[in-house]
Nanobody
Framework: QVRLVESGGGLVQPGGSLRLSCSASGFTFGYHAIGWFRQAPGKEREGVACISRSGSSAKYEDSVKGRFTISRDNAKNTVYLSMYSLRPEDTAVYYC??????????????????WGQGTQVTVSS
């Protein structure tokens, strides 16, 4: 019933840009904060950015601050992650997830109830 589907990943050169999308269905999207997370091989999943349920506030990890922008369109049940000035260390599988609260936190992975399957982002020359 509940689905979160990421798309937009791919191969990009260092310094390039990419926009990821997360399409949601099967739950009340507008009542959930949404987060983007990523996981590289052999590493723990880490928070990247998140946005409150209304889209009025957002948080970013220091490593992506100023380069990534999270946004959402509740009418379309979709959240986006625009990425600029990409670096090789940004290479990972990117996941979106939903938290059943107003505010979001990138360091509380266990509070996100629904997760997508992820989309691969590879930054390489």
């Amino acid at each position: 019933q509940v689905r979160l589907v990421e798309s937009g990943g791919g191969l990009v050169q260092p310094g390039g840009s990419l926009r990821l999308s997360c399409s949601a269905s099967g739950f009340t999207f507008g009542y959930h904060a949404i987060g983007w997370f990523r996981q590289a091989p052999g590493k723990e999943r880490e928070g990247v950015a998140c946005i409150s349920r209304s889209g009025s506030s957002a948080k970013y990890e220091d490593s992506v601050k100023g380069r990534f922008t999270i946004s959402r369109d509740n009418a379309k049940n979709t959240v986006y992650l625009s990425m600029y000035s990409l670096r090789p260390e940004d290479t990972a599988v990117y996941y979106c997830a939903a938290r059943p609260y107003d505010m979001c936190y990138t360091d509380r992975l266990n509070e996100y109830d629904y997760w997508g399957q992820g989309t691969q982002v590879t930054v390489s020359s």
